[in-house]
């Protein structure tokens, strides 16, 4: 099983950026898949999920509104969609799928002036 995720960078307070994870060693398309972050000094936490399918989907609170997640089942892939960015959202961003307990590398986001 493994994951790589990209598309993190530096932005500006209210700025988007797109992430992207493409897995492999597994049958994606039949998979629940999840983003999470890890900022510095806290403990990795669950961002957003989406069934297997694509149509159902979950958020923790604070970033309800601003972030979509969403699956291309033929390419593998998952995304994070986020919008109006915030200092808080200063965090190393992985992708998971919850059947496995394996991890990617991560793409690093931040969010500063």
């Given at each position: ?47 957003a999920s989406i ?5 159902r989907t979950s ?55």
């Open positions: 099983v493994q994951f790589v995720e990209s598309g993190g960078g530096l932005v500006q307070p209210g700025g988007s950026l797109r992430l992207s994870c493409a897995a492999s060693g597994f049958t994606f398309s039949s998979q629940t898949m999840s983003w999470h972050r890890q900022a510095p000094g806290k403990e990795r936490e669950l961002v069934a297997s399918a694509g149509g958020y923790r609170e604070s970033v309800k509104g601003r972030f979509t997640i969403s699956r291309d089942n033929f390419r593998n892939t998952v995304y994070l969609q986020m919008n109006n960015l915030k200092p808080d959202d200063t965090a190393v961003y992985y992708c998971k799928v919850p059947a496995y307990d394996a991890w990617g590398q991560g793409t690093r986001v931040t969010v500063s002036s």
